[in-house]
């Protein structure tokens, strides 16, 4: 069964760094991609980042660039998202899901597994 199980979230204020991570098994890790979304309250799913298996591909919302950066240690099957000069905009609940195809885009319908979330919350 793949499971995906994000962790790192919490209440930081404006200007903080947080890493999130994200701990994916039961499937074969090393082939998918894994994305980051984010949802805020009363607005829809939007996409954060992806990045794919090989390390070597990266997918970056407009409006984290620069601020956001993906990264995944394969020896220990986990993805990690750096988030770097937190606004209160980016308050919102993180998931990670697992692409459907090798490279996925930012559709959330491109993606089939997904993790429970993690909140994170940004004073300001």
């Known amino acids: 069964q793949v499971q995906l199980v994000e962790s790192g979230g919490g209440l930081v204020q404006a200007g903080d760094s947080l890493t999130l991570s994200c701990s994916h098994s039961g499937d074969t890790y090393r082939t998918r991609s894994i994305g980051w979304f984010r949802q805020a309250p009363g607005k829809e799913r939007e996409f954060v980042g992806r990045i794919s298996w090989d390390l070597n591909r990266f997918y970056y919302a407009d409006f984290v660039k620069g601020r956001f950066t993906l990264s995944r240690d394969n020896t220990k099957n986990t993805i990690y998202l750096q988030m770097n000069k937190l606004t209160p905009e980016d308050t919102a609940i993180y998931y990670c899901?697992?692409?459907?195809?090798?490279?996925?885009?930012?559709?959330?319908?491109?993606?089939?597994?997904w993790g429970q979330g993690t909140q994170v919350t940004v004073s300001s």
């Open positions: 899901a697992r692409g459907r195809t090798l490279v996925p885009g930012p559709q959330s319908s491109e993606y089939d597994y």
